[in-house]
Protein backbone atom coordinates (compact mmCIF):
# COMPACT_ATOMS: atom_id res chain seq x y z
CA UNK A 1 0.00 0.00 0.00
CA UNK A 2 1.41 3.27 -1.08
CA UNK A 3 -0.86 5.60 0.40
CA UNK A 4 -0.87 7.80 3.59
CA UNK A 5 -0.85 5.48 7.03
CA UNK A 6 -0.62 6.62 10.19
CA UNK A 7 -0.31 5.04 13.91
CA UNK A 8 -1.57 3.85 15.47
CA UNK A 9 -5.39 4.16 14.47
CA UNK A 10 -7.11 3.99 17.89
CA UNK A 11 -5.37 5.50 21.15
CA UNK A 12 -7.17 5.44 24.74
CA UNK A 13 -5.35 7.41 27.00
CA UNK A 14 -5.69 8.95 30.75
CA UNK A 15 -6.06 12.81 31.40
CA UNK A 16 -2.41 14.16 31.67
CA UNK A 17 -0.68 11.74 29.69
CA UNK A 18 1.35 12.00 26.78
CA UNK A 19 0.57 10.66 23.53
CA UNK A 20 2.51 10.29 19.96
CA UNK A 21 0.81 9.45 16.60
CA UNK A 22 3.06 8.75 13.82
CA UNK A 23 2.52 9.65 10.27
CA UNK A 24 4.43 8.18 7.00
CA UNK A 25 3.16 9.84 4.01
CA UNK A 26 3.30 8.70 0.43
CA UNK A 27 6.83 8.17 -0.62
CA UNK A 28 8.47 11.24 -2.21
CA UNK A 29 5.96 13.77 -0.96
CA UNK A 30 7.57 17.15 0.25
CA UNK A 31 4.83 18.46 1.84
CA UNK A 32 2.92 17.04 5.05
CA UNK A 33 -0.01 18.23 6.96
CA UNK A 34 -1.70 17.75 10.50
CA UNK A 35 -5.38 18.24 10.36
CA UNK A 36 -7.66 17.32 13.62
CA UNK A 37 -11.67 16.84 13.51
CA UNK A 38 -14.20 16.29 16.27
CA UNK A 39 -17.37 14.78 15.99
CA UNK A 40 -19.59 16.69 13.57
CA UNK A 41 -17.21 19.15 12.36
CA UNK A 42 -14.66 19.35 8.97
CA UNK A 43 -10.97 19.03 9.73
CA UNK A 44 -9.31 21.78 11.15
CA UNK A 45 -5.72 22.45 9.89
CA UNK A 46 -3.11 22.48 12.45
CA UNK A 47 0.25 22.55 10.98
CA UNK A 48 2.23 21.57 8.18
CA UNK A 49 6.04 20.84 6.97
CA UNK A 50 7.71 21.62 3.89
CA UNK A 51 10.19 18.54 3.64
CA UNK A 52 11.62 18.93 7.38
CA UNK A 53 10.71 22.51 7.76
CA UNK A 54 7.88 23.01 9.96
CA UNK A 55 6.13 26.51 8.09
CA UNK A 56 3.52 27.70 9.81
CA UNK A 57 1.21 26.12 12.91
CA UNK A 58 -2.39 27.15 13.69
CA UNK A 59 -3.26 28.76 17.04
CA UNK A 60 -5.02 25.87 17.66
CA UNK A 61 -1.63 24.29 18.53
CA UNK A 62 -0.80 25.14 21.67
CA UNK A 63 2.25 24.94 23.18
CA UNK A 64 1.42 21.05 24.52
CA UNK A 65 1.32 19.77 20.91
CA UNK A 66 4.73 20.02 18.97
CA UNK A 67 5.02 18.04 15.57
CA UNK A 68 8.05 17.49 13.88
CA UNK A 69 9.71 15.74 10.83
CA UNK A 70 13.28 15.29 11.34
CA UNK A 71 14.41 13.64 7.85
CA UNK A 72 11.93 14.87 6.12
CA UNK A 73 9.87 11.96 5.67
CA UNK A 74 7.34 10.50 8.31
CA UNK A 75 6.21 12.72 11.22
CA UNK A 76 5.02 12.64 15.01
CA UNK A 77 2.34 14.84 16.51
CA UNK A 78 3.07 14.61 19.79
CA UNK A 79 0.27 15.69 22.45
CA UNK A 80 1.80 16.46 26.27
CA UNK A 81 -0.39 16.24 29.51
CA UNK A 82 -3.33 15.38 27.28
CA UNK A 83 -6.66 16.83 28.13
CA UNK A 84 -10.54 15.67 27.71
CA UNK A 85 -10.88 18.45 25.03
CA UNK A 86 -8.13 17.10 23.04
CA UNK A 87 -10.33 13.97 21.89
CA UNK A 88 -10.48 14.14 18.26
CA UNK A 89 -9.71 12.02 15.25
CA UNK A 90 -5.84 13.35 13.78
CA UNK A 91 -5.42 13.48 10.31
CA UNK A 92 -2.32 13.34 8.17
CA UNK A 93 -2.39 14.34 4.65
CA UNK A 94 0.87 14.52 2.33
CA UNK A 95 1.33 16.14 -1.16
CA UNK A 96 4.07 16.63 -3.84
CA UNK A 97 4.05 20.20 -4.90
CA UNK A 98 5.75 21.03 -7.79
CA UNK A 99 6.16 24.79 -9.18
CA UNK A 100 3.02 26.15 -9.09
CA UNK A 101 0.65 23.34 -10.57
CA UNK A 102 -1.82 22.04 -9.07
CA UNK A 103 -1.64 19.81 -6.44
CA UNK A 104 -4.04 17.42 -4.18
CA UNK A 105 -3.17 16.20 -0.83
CA UNK A 106 -3.83 12.57 0.19
CA UNK A 107 -5.42 11.67 3.89
CA UNK A 108 -4.35 8.92 5.87
CA UNK A 109 -7.23 7.08 8.40
CA UNK A 110 -6.31 9.34 10.88
CA UNK A 111 -5.76 8.37 14.57
CA UNK A 112 -8.42 8.55 17.11
CA UNK A 113 -7.89 10.24 20.27
CA UNK A 114 -10.03 9.46 23.48
CA UNK A 115 -8.75 11.22 26.41
CA UNK A 116 -10.62 9.86 29.30
CA UNK B 1 -9.48 35.29 4.00
CA UNK B 2 -10.81 32.27 2.76
CA UNK B 3 -14.31 30.35 3.34
CA UNK B 4 -15.98 27.45 2.76
CA UNK B 5 -20.01 26.87 3.36
CA UNK B 6 -21.58 23.92 2.69
CA UNK B 7 -25.15 25.20 2.68
CA UNK B 8 -26.56 21.61 3.66
CA UNK B 9 -25.38 19.90 7.31
CA UNK B 10 -27.85 16.89 5.92
CA UNK B 11 -29.43 15.82 2.41
CA UNK B 12 -31.69 12.42 2.13
CA UNK B 13 -31.89 10.82 -1.27
CA UNK B 14 -33.65 8.09 -2.37
CA UNK B 15 -31.53 5.32 -4.29
CA UNK B 16 -31.65 6.25 -7.98
CA UNK B 17 -32.66 9.73 -8.03
CA UNK B 18 -30.13 12.94 -8.39
CA UNK B 19 -28.00 14.52 -5.11
CA UNK B 20 -26.94 17.76 -5.24
CA UNK B 21 -24.42 18.77 -2.45
CA UNK B 22 -24.18 22.93 -2.08
CA UNK B 23 -20.87 24.58 -1.61
CA UNK B 24 -19.75 28.40 -2.28
CA UNK B 25 -16.83 29.59 -1.24
CA UNK B 26 -14.97 33.30 -0.72
CA UNK B 27 -11.20 33.50 -1.66
CA UNK B 28 -9.36 36.32 -2.69
CA UNK B 29 -7.04 34.59 -4.88
CA UNK B 30 -7.70 32.60 -7.79
CA UNK B 31 -9.35 29.15 -5.69
CA UNK B 32 -8.36 25.17 -5.75
CA UNK B 33 -11.87 23.66 -5.06
CA UNK B 34 -11.63 19.94 -4.08
CA UNK B 35 -14.72 17.75 -2.95
CA UNK B 36 -13.98 15.00 -0.47
CA UNK B 37 -16.20 11.85 0.74
CA UNK B 38 -15.48 10.34 4.47
CA UNK B 39 -17.25 7.15 5.03
CA UNK B 40 -17.75 6.31 8.81
CA UNK B 41 -14.51 6.27 10.78
CA UNK B 42 -12.60 6.87 7.88
CA UNK B 43 -9.74 9.11 6.17
CA UNK B 44 -10.93 11.50 3.27
CA UNK B 45 -10.97 10.15 0.05
CA UNK B 46 -10.72 12.60 -3.39
CA UNK B 47 -13.79 13.00 -5.29
CA UNK B 48 -12.37 15.46 -7.89
CA UNK B 49 -10.69 19.11 -8.18
CA UNK B 50 -11.00 21.88 -9.93
CA UNK B 51 -7.21 23.69 -10.68
CA UNK B 52 -8.57 25.99 -13.28
CA UNK B 53 -8.48 23.71 -15.97
CA UNK B 54 -12.64 22.60 -16.83
CA UNK B 55 -15.10 24.72 -14.93
CA UNK B 56 -17.09 21.21 -15.19
CA UNK B 57 -15.18 18.46 -13.46
CA UNK B 58 -15.53 14.46 -13.31
CA UNK B 59 -14.75 12.75 -10.65
CA UNK B 60 -14.68 9.26 -9.12
CA UNK B 61 -18.09 7.17 -9.21
CA UNK B 62 -20.04 9.16 -11.05
CA UNK B 63 -19.75 12.45 -9.47
CA UNK B 64 -18.93 15.79 -10.76
CA UNK B 65 -18.63 19.00 -10.30
CA UNK B 66 -19.39 22.25 -11.92
CA UNK B 67 -16.92 25.84 -10.67
CA UNK B 68 -18.93 28.84 -11.45
CA UNK B 69 -16.80 32.11 -10.66
CA UNK B 70 -19.94 34.41 -11.19
CA UNK B 71 -21.72 32.21 -8.41
CA UNK B 72 -18.69 31.92 -6.16
CA UNK B 73 -19.88 28.16 -5.91
CA UNK B 74 -18.82 24.23 -6.72
CA UNK B 75 -21.65 22.17 -6.24
CA UNK B 76 -21.28 18.27 -6.20
CA UNK B 77 -23.88 16.42 -8.09
CA UNK B 78 -24.70 13.06 -9.62
CA UNK B 79 -27.23 11.60 -11.93
CA UNK B 80 -28.32 8.63 -9.95
CA UNK B 81 -27.96 7.80 -5.95
CA UNK B 82 -26.68 4.60 -4.93
CA UNK B 83 -26.93 3.44 -1.33
CA UNK B 84 -22.98 3.32 -1.34
CA UNK B 85 -22.82 6.59 -1.67
CA UNK B 86 -23.94 7.19 2.01
CA UNK B 87 -21.26 9.13 4.19
CA UNK B 88 -19.84 12.44 4.39
CA UNK B 89 -18.59 15.07 2.19
CA UNK B 90 -16.59 18.00 2.32
CA UNK B 91 -15.60 20.80 0.31
CA UNK B 92 -12.14 22.41 0.34
CA UNK B 93 -10.69 25.40 -0.97
CA UNK B 94 -6.99 25.90 -1.44
CA UNK B 95 -5.03 29.08 -2.66
CA UNK B 96 -2.70 28.81 -5.54
CA UNK B 97 0.46 27.65 -3.22
CA UNK B 98 -1.73 25.11 -1.63
CA UNK B 99 -0.53 26.06 1.93
CA UNK B 100 -3.41 25.33 3.57
CA UNK B 101 -6.70 23.86 3.15
CA UNK B 102 -9.98 24.83 3.85
CA UNK B 103 -12.80 22.64 5.11
CA UNK B 104 -16.55 22.88 5.04
CA UNK B 105 -18.31 22.38 7.85
CA UNK B 106 -19.64 18.63 6.02
CA UNK B 107 -22.93 17.15 4.29
CA UNK B 108 -24.05 13.83 5.24
CA UNK B 109 -25.65 11.89 2.46
CA UNK B 110 -28.68 10.08 3.57
CA UNK B 111 -29.50 7.62 0.98
CA UNK B 112 -32.83 5.76 1.10
CA UNK B 113 -33.31 2.22 -0.57
Known amino acids: DTGVSQDPRHKITKRGQNVTFRCDPISEHNRLYWYRQTLGQGPEFLTY????????KSRLLSDRFSAERPKGSFSTLEIQRTEQGDSAMYLC??????????????FGEGSWLTVV | AQSVTQLDSHVSVSEGTPVLLRCNYS??????LFWYVQHPNKGLQLLLK??????LVKGINGFEAEFKKSETSFHLTKPSAHMSDAAEYFCVVSLYNFNKFYFGSGTKLNVKP
Open chain 1, 93 to 106: ASSLIRGGSGNTIY
Open chain 2, 27 to 32: SSYSPS
Open chain 2, 50 to 55: YTSAAT
Open chain 1, 49 to 56: FQNEAQLE
